[in-house]
C-alpha cells in the first residue's frame, strides 16, 4: 500500500513539475516572437534580399531599406556587436529590416555574397547598392551608417 501512495505521489509530482516547466518556456517564446531581428536562411534570403540565382545584378527584393548582419557564434566581435544590432532593429522597428545570417549553417549564402571576414553588415538602401562593413563597430557608427545610407531622402 505505501509503494503505491509513494508512486502516485511521485507520478503526480512529475505531471505538476512538467506543468510549470511549460509555462517559462512559452514566455521565451513569446519574447522570440518579439524581436525585431529577423534570421535568413539561403531560401528566405533569396525571397526577402535578393535573388543571386535569377539575377546577374543587384536587385533589393525588399520595400523598406535593411542591415545584414553576417555572424557566427564562435566570433568573440560577433558576439560583441550583436546586442547592438539588437537595439538598433528595436529602435528603427518599422523603419528599417534587421537581418541576422549564421554564416556556419548559411555557408553557400556566404560563400555566394563573398563574405570573407566576420562580423559583416549589409547595409542595403530601399533603392541602390548596398554598402558592406567589417568588423564590429560601436553604436554611434551604426547610427550614422543608417541615417547616412539607409535613410537618406
Sequence with gaps: MKKKILLSILVSSMFFINCKSEKPTATVSESASESAVVM??????????????MNKEWKYEGDKPAIIDFYADW???????????????????????????????????????????????????AEGQPRISMGALPKESLVKAINEILLVK
Design 40 to 53: 535568413l536562411t539561403n531560401d528566405t534570403f533569396k525571397k526577402l534580399v535578393y535573388n543571386y540565382e
Design 75 to 125: 566570433c568573440a566581435p560577433c558576439r560583441q556587436l550583436s546586442p547592438l544590432v539588437d537595439e538598433i532593429a528595436k529602435e528603427y522597428k518599422g523603419k528599417i529590416v534587421v537581418y541576422k545570417v549564421d554564416t556556419e549553417k548559411e555557408r553557400a549564402l556566404t560563400q555566394s555574397m563573398g563574405i570573407t571576414g566576420l562580423p559583416t553588415l549589409l547595409f542595403i538602401p
